[in-house]
């Protein structure tokens, strides 16, 4: 656990209270981290969530950058980058990035199915004052 902050030993140790092995743990974008899902696997807990880009171990290549104009948004919606990340004391840490209307960053280390769906939702579009149906992507837990 050295190099973890406070905040990170603090999820360690309830990852370390649970009573069941290999649970699911889900974080959201505050503490999750890859050197954090290693050591939470290392405590038999699986960890995936959303995940900050800066400083927490998320491969370059995968990391997606937020687009100002509407036309670069649409062209990139639906981009999908994924790598997995080896490693014998934690196998199949998974780093993802899906482009929807701005790029979302996961780590994932659950073994249940990836699911995309495509949603359709009314939005109002301010620049045409009247509501449009848009599309956009489900993952698994993200935005039901």
Request: a positive charge; aromatic letters at 6%; hydrophobic letters at 40%.
């Amino acid at each position: 656990m050295n190099g973890l902050s406070a905040t990170r030993k603090r999820v360690i140790f309830l990852v370390q209270k649970l009573s069941n092995d290999w649970t699911h743990v889900f974080m959201d974008n505050l503490f999750n981290s890859v050197s954090l899902a290693r050591v939470c696997y290392q405590e038999n807990g699986l960890v995936h969530g959303v995940m900050r880009t800066n400083d927490r171990g998320f491969p370059p290549d995968v990391i997606q950058s937020d687009t100002k104009t509407k036309a670069k948004q649409a062209a990139d919606c639906g981009t999908v980058k994924v790598a997995v990340l080896r490693d014998p004391h934690c196998p199949d840490l998974v780093a993802c990035s899906v482009y929807d209307t701005k790029p979302l960053h996961l780590l994932l280390m659950v073994t249940e199915p990836v699911k995309w769906t495509v949603k359709t939702r009314n939005v109002w579009d301010g620049s045409i004052k009247k509501v449009q149906p848009i599309q956009f992507l489900r993952i698994n837990m993200i935005d039901r």
